[in-house]
């Protein structure tokens, strides 16, 4: 079982930057890949970013590449994600997920293949 608690979530004006935390507990021996997907009011849970197990591979959404910027501290067992240029849009509750993996080069973009989940985050940009 690995627990999963997020924070830096807050109100910023757009063009303003957060930096988001994922701090893992428990289980944290296995192996994870790890990931953060945002769902805004009366929308689905969408992928934003990824962390392959052991980071060999990282993958964004087109909407954030080149402005976020995942990656993870397996020694202090983190997760994070800095957010730059943020938009209206992207106001959303930020969730990270966890899944257990062997396999250093799988990529999970879908909320329904990650086993663990926090309780998220919210994240509001005003215009």
């Known amino acids: 079982q690995v627990h999963l608690v997020e924070s830096g979530g807050a109100l910023v004006q757009a063009g303003g930057s957060l930096r988001l935390s994922c701090a893992a507990s428990g289980r944290t021996d296995t192996s994870y890949a790890m990931g953060w997907f945002r769902q805004g009011p009366g929308k689905e849970r969408e992928f934003v970013a990824l962390?392959?197990?052991?980071?060999?591979?990282?993958e964004y959404r087109d909407s954030v590449r080149g402005r976020f910027t995942v990656s993870r501290d397996d020694a202090k067992n983190i997760l994070y994600l800095q957010m730059n240029s943020l938009r209206p849009e992207d106001t959303a509750v930020y969730l990270c997920?966890?899944?257990?993996?062997?396999?250093?080069?799988?990529?999970?973009?879908?909320?329904?293949?990650?086993?663990?989940w926090g309780q998220g985050t919210q994240v509001t940009v005003s215009s």
């Open positions: 997920a966890a899944v257990r993996t062997s396999n250093p080069y799988y990529t999970y973009r879908q909320p329904s293949e990650y086993d663990y």
């Open positions: 962390v392959s197990w052991r980071g060999p591979i990282i």
